[in-house]
Structures are given as C-alpha cells and as structure tokens.
C-alpha cells in the first residue's frame, strides 16, 4: 500500500519482522509474536523506501485493564480508568503512533513530523481492522496541543470523530496533568486542565 503524495508506504507488521523492526515498545519479541498470532498483526508500519520511519501499534481490548506505571507503560492506553463502556468480543485497542521512528530507540526523525504520517497509519489500520472483521476499535484521545501531542504520540478527538468514532467520555488524567505542567507543555492561554484532558473514542465496525 502506498500513498500518491510522496514514497512512504504501509503494511502490517508480522512476525517475520520481530528482532527485524523496533518493538521495544511493544514487549518482549514472544509476547509480541503471541498477538501476531492471535490478530494477524501487531502494528500498522510506515517505510521510506527499506527504512521504518513510523509504526501504530494495536493490541486486542480487554476491560479492566490498568497501566502499572501511568502513562509510562504501554498498557496507559487501553487504561481508560472506568471510563470505557462494555465493548463487544473482537475489539481492538490503538495504542500510541510512533513517528519518525527509524531505530528502536526513542528518539525521532523531525523531517516525518507534519506529514500526516500518523493519519495515514490510522487510516490503514482501521480499513484492514474493518476487513479482517474486528468488531469495534477503541482509542484514547489527547489534547489537542501540538507539544502534548509530540509528548504523547496519540492523536486529538477531532482526528477520530472525523473517522467515525464517538467520544464516549473525556477527563483530566491527574499523571498527564502533572507532567504537562512540569514540562512546561501548556500553551499560552490554555488551562492545564484542558492541556490533560484525554478521551475514550469508539468505532462499531460491525
């Protein structure tokens, strides 16, 4: 898959590509080829040319779940804290965006940044999410403030009800709060409380 405006394309990621691509943000290479397993995929990839430059992992939902460590684990995203309403079998959770991601390290390439590469992988996930027959997607929002964004790598309310979502609850997350004050991610003339508030978004695919 490709898109007409520039060379980046898109696949799945499989298992052929663990100890291949970075997935320390996805968990220990067995664990990661269990949920290929079991989802066909981990993750919907970018490439320019040979080189990943970015990746939307997913995991299958499970209610309940809770980060152990905040917003500085992985699980933070499927941790909606009561929030999310009862959501059937064959459900699927994104997880955060990774652009710019070259390496299996944290650090990010700017030139990918403002290209929409984060849509577009979005956009891929959810038409093959769609046509393997997945109920429904969830998503945690974040605010819409380019700083917290780039802090958080996930995308506003706006990105998912544009694509059919429906916000199904929002709150300030206390963690977020803290750290976007700390960091000094506020932007002028925004409250830190709306520079935290995060959303549960939900798709029915079937």
């Known amino acids: 898959m490709s898109d007409e405006h520039d060379q980046i394309s898109f696949r799945l990621m499989t298992a052929a590509d663990v100890g291949v691509l970075p997935i320390s943000h996805q968990g220990e290479p067995d664990t990661v080829r269990q949920r290929i397993a079991d989802l066909g995929a981990s993750a919907m990839l970018a490439f320019d040319g040979d080189q990943h430059v970015g990746q939307l992992q997913f995991r299958r939902y499970e209610s309940g779940v809770r980060s152990p460590h905040g917003l ?40 990918y940044q403002g290209r929409r590469l984060g849509l577009r992988l979005l ?22 403030f380019r700083p917290v964004m780039l802090f958080m790598g996930g995308q506003p309310v706006d990105v998912y009800r544009a694509r059919g979502f429906e916000v199904v609850a929002s709150w300030v997350d206390p963690e977020l709060h803290a750290v976007v004050k700390d960091k000094h991610l506020v932007p002028d003339g925004v409250t830190s409380e709306d520079a935290a508030r995060v959303s549960c978004c939900v798709r029915r695919l079937r």
């Open 72 to 111: 500085w684990d992985p699980l933070y995203w499927a941790d909606f804290v009561g929030h999310a309403p009862a959501l059937p079998a064959g459900t699927l959770a994104v997880f955060c965006y990774h652009v710019g991601q070259r390496d299996d390290t944290d650090a990010r390439d700017p030139q």
């Open 123 to 144: 956009d891929h996930f959810l038409d093959w999410a769609s046509q393997a027959g997945f109920a429904a997607v969830v998503a945690k929002a974040v605010p819409a």
